[in-house]
């Protein structure tokens, strides 16, 4: 009984009694880079008071990502420099459950995430729903397609209650302090 039912698997695996959900790779590539450059447009535009000084500047250099189906590519990483105190806004990724995107930012002494996210979401527990049907009736689902969600980049605030604050001067502030312990 055991085989014939890894068989099956086996054979689902294969394509054989899958159903084909086509997704361009492509696009959800371009997507991520265009949100992510985004991202770095609106935290330039946050600290310009401070770049225009000359007391904050940004460097950008080219990583290489590599995603399961995507494949690799090459994203860009912002540096920032705060006299001689440089954090890292370090693309992670765009094939994550519950977000579409993440970058972790890095200073000395810390780590921070801003995911892309439902501009509605409230918390990572927001992001992820589980349902399931008796009889072998599935409920409907609760939340809106994919194809119609607003995203929006937004940072995740420390553990124990983990929540998501949206991008603004004052968090930015907050962040860059958390991560560089000022």
């Known amino acids: 009984m055991q085989q014939e039912e890894f068989d099956e698997f086996v054979k689902r695996q294969q394509g054989g009694a899958t159903l084909a959900v086509s997704v361009d790779w492509n696009k959800e590539r371009d997507e991520w880079l265009g949100h992510l450059k985004s991202l770095y447009s609106k935290i330039e535009s946050l600290l310009k008071k401070y770049t225009s000084a000359g007391q904050i500047r940004f460097e950008y250099r080219n990583v290489e990502l590599t995603e399961e189906q995507i494949g690799s590519y090459s994203a860009t990483q912002m540096n920032l420099w705060i006299g001689r105190q440089e954090v890292l806004l370090m693309p992670i990724g765009t094939l ?77 502030f907050q962040l860059i302090m958390e991560v560089t312990n000022g």
């Open 96 to 172: 994550l459950v519950g977000a579409k995107g993440r970058v972790d930012v890095i200073g000395p002494l810390g780590r921070a995430e801003i995911l892309l996210v439902d501009r509605l979401a409230s918390s990572p527990g927001s992001l992820i729903h589980v349902s399931f049907g008796v009889g072998g009736k599935v409920p409907p689902a609760p939340r809106k397609a994919a194809n119609t969600v607003s995203w929006e980049w937004k940072i995740v605030t420390r553990p124990p209650e983990r929540r998501f604050v949206e991008v603004t001067q004052q968090s930015i």
